[in-house]
């Protein structure tokens, strides 16, 4: 059972914020319409607007939404609206003028990546002793740990995940174009319950080979190894999962890169406890690949945290020395890339526990083969 978040839930996001900002040096966090806002506010505008919407978290106010005028009413609907004081801005007045008396004339801020450049010169121009860092970058960790609700809704996506999955291995692939597949994917996972479909990544055969290629016009033959990656969000919470399929029983090399990419991904998910760096998720895996002599073949990062977003901070990479936390949510994802001619790779998301990992994707990681 997901549990709606109330607005005490969205106060004590903002307030912790606050803390992370104040221990970060920074004066406040200014936060844009996008993923941030919505996880400290409930606030998801469905318009993509030009208009300024910022949220001012500083310790010298109580937590401030400025909207536009015409807006307000969506934004006081807002779950989280109880806990915010809203500020608002008439067409042809400078929203600008609104804001700056919140802030410190010199004062270094957090900005939300997503905040558009236009209001962060906006800013710039109305304060200029002002300064400004990317969220992601003075406060990766911001939304990265979960909490017990948080974790259900993301089990729930990924569980719906799972099931669109499973349905998919029932779909004709042979003489149908990625594209087909793709758009039967996208159906399955609004079917099983998401409200957004991010991607649905069908790379057949030489496709494969390329870890970010969507879906496109290939037609998929007989014999081809199918890379299936899909995912989006089911109540505000991301989901990310993949598996690849052979239409048709495997060649022997299929057969062995994916028992390999299986090995690697198993090692690195044993791998998971507290207190690991991230960086050593990605070690595992690489040196299982590497020793089964595919090292070069394995050219994208191992995983990415996931939340509101589908992607996010921190990354399971080599450089990144962030340690695991309990409620951390993240993928791993290993996989070999042979140019021209197939790709494998294995995803769940999996959550960081008081002793170890557990699996928020739980189908067989078996190589499935389809028709
Ligand atoms: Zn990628
Ligand atoms: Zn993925
Ligand atoms: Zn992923």
Redesign the pocket.
């Known amino acids: 059972m997901t549990v709606t978040f109330t607005a005490d839930d969205y106060a004590h996001r903002m307030r912790r914020t606050l803390e992370s900002a104040a221990s970060a040096g920074l004066a406040g966090v200014l936060v844009g319409i996008g993923p941030d806002l919505a996880w400290l506010t409930g606030y998801r505008p469905t318009a993509v607007t030009e208009r300024l919407t910022l949220l001012v978290l500083t310790p010298d106010q109580p937590p401030t939404l400025i909207v536009p005028a015409l807006e307000r009413p969506d934004a006081a609907a807002a779950p989280g609206a109880p806990a915010l004081t809203l500020l608002d801005w008439y067409d042809a007045s400078d929203p600008y003028r609104v804001v700056a008396p919140l802030l410190r004339p010199a004062g270094r801020y957090g900005i939300s990546d997503s905040t558009w450049a236009m209001h962060l010169i906006g800013l710039q121009e109305a304060l200029p002793g002002t300064t400004y860092h990317a969220l992601s970058v003075c406060l990766p960790m911001l939304r990265a740990v979960k909490d017990e609700h948080e974790l259900t809704r993301m089990a729930a996506a990924g569980a719906s995940a799972d099931a669109a999955y499973g349905e998919i291995l029932g779909a004709r692939f042979a003489g149908r174009r990625e594209t087909e597949v793709a758009a039967d994917l996208a159906a399955l996972l609004r079917k099983f319950g998401h409200e957004q479909v991010d991607?649905t990544?069908v790379g057949s055969g030489p496709n494969g080979a390329n870890p970010h290629h969507e879906a496109g016009d290939r037609v998929i033959e007989n014999g081809d190894a199918v890379v299936l990656?899909?995912?989006g969000l089911l109540d505000g919470y991301g989901s990310?999962?993949?598996r690849t399929v052979t239409v048709g029983e495997p060649g022997d090399e299929v057969r062995e890169v994916h028992a390999i990419v299986r090995r690697a991904q198993q090692a690195a998910f044993e791998a998971v406890r507290p207190g690991v760096p991230c960086e050593e998720i990605d070690w595992v895996a690489r040196q299982v690949i590497r020793d089964a002599g595919y090292g070069e073949f394995f050219i994208h990062r191992t995983g990415h945290g996931i939340g509101v977003t589908t992607h996010e901070p921190p990354y399971m990479v080599a450089g990144e020395k962030q340690p695991l936390v309990p409620g951390m949510c993240f993928?791993i994802?290993p996989g070999i890339y042979l140019p021209g001619r197939f790709g494998v790779r294995i995803?769940d998301i999996v959550t960081v526990t008081a002793d170890g990992g557990r699996r928020l994707n739980n189908t067989s990681r078996d190589l499935a083969v389809v028709a």
């Open positions: 991607f990544v990656d899909f995912g990310d999962t993949t993928s994802e995803e």
